[in-house]
């Protein structure tokens, strides 16, 4: 059974840092590419970074760029998602997520930007 | 970049009746289209995927139809529990998925 679950959200100040994690369990991280998604309170659902499968590649949408920086350890089958340089507006649930014919969705974890 | 675009972004419906909502994509998705329902506090939950697959355990009253730019699911009769918000997402086009901003179901 393929799972997900984030971790390492919390209240951080503006500029500061945090990595996320997400442990997968049921599938193999080296063989699949993975993405993050976001929701900020009471709005909809936006991407911010995806990874390839074999790890070679990655993306981050436009507000994210140049500040978040997603890679994978596959030993340990985690993905994460450095965010630095936190801006209030990056307030938000973070999720992993992944398309394995079905797409599947962690419980997200809560990132708070405020001083 | 695709844009999807949900109809209505309210949708008022007492519980029996049927619910239709809309999702267009600003180009062809093909049928890689999904649909998600949140209620307060919760993860999205994946409906449909594959614009027309149900997943797994849940009901038969929701389907949905499609492909190329115009999607729609229905709830074809309506129960309490079916009150929340509901995203489409596209993910034909990897890795920049997208999702519509969402239709709420509400209470009539």
């Known amino acids: 059974e393929v799972q997900l679950e984030e971790s390492g959200g919390g209240l951080v100040q503006p500029g500061g840092s945090l990595r996320l994690s997400c442990a997968a369990s049921g599938f193999t991280l080296s063989s699949n590419a993975m993405s993050w998604v976001r929701q900020a309170p009471g709005r909809g659902l936006e991407w911010v970074s995806a990874?390839?499968?074999?790890?070679?590649?990655?993306y981050y949408a436009d507000s994210v760029k140049g500040r978040f920086t997603i890679s994978r350890d596959t030993s340990k089958n985690t993905l994460f998602l450095q965010v630095n340089s936190l801006r209030a507006e990056d307030t938000a649930v973070y999720y992993c997520a992944i398309k394995i014919t079905v797409l599947y969705w962690g419980q997200g974890t809560l990132v708070t930007v405020s001083s | 970049e695709i844009v999807m675009t949900q109809s209505p972004a309210t949708l008022s419906v007492s519980p029996g009746e049927r619910a239709t909502l809309s999702c267009r994509a600003s180009?062809?998705?093909?049928?890689?289209l999904a649909w998600y329902q949140q209620k307060p506090g919760q993860a999205p939950r994946l409906l449909i995927y594959?614009?027309?697959t149900r997943v797994t355990g849940i009901p038969a009253r929701f389907s949905g139809t499609g492909s190329g730019t115009e999607f729609t699911l229905t709830i074809s009769s309506l129960q309490s529990e079916d009150f929340a918000i509901y995203y489409c997402q596209q993910y034909n086009h990897w890795p920049t998925w997208t999702f519509g901003q969402g239709t709420k179901v509400e209470l009539k």
């Open positions: 180009q062809s998705v093909s049928s890689n």
């Open positions: 990874i390839s499968g074999n790890g070679g590649s990655t």
């Open positions: 594959g614009a027309s």
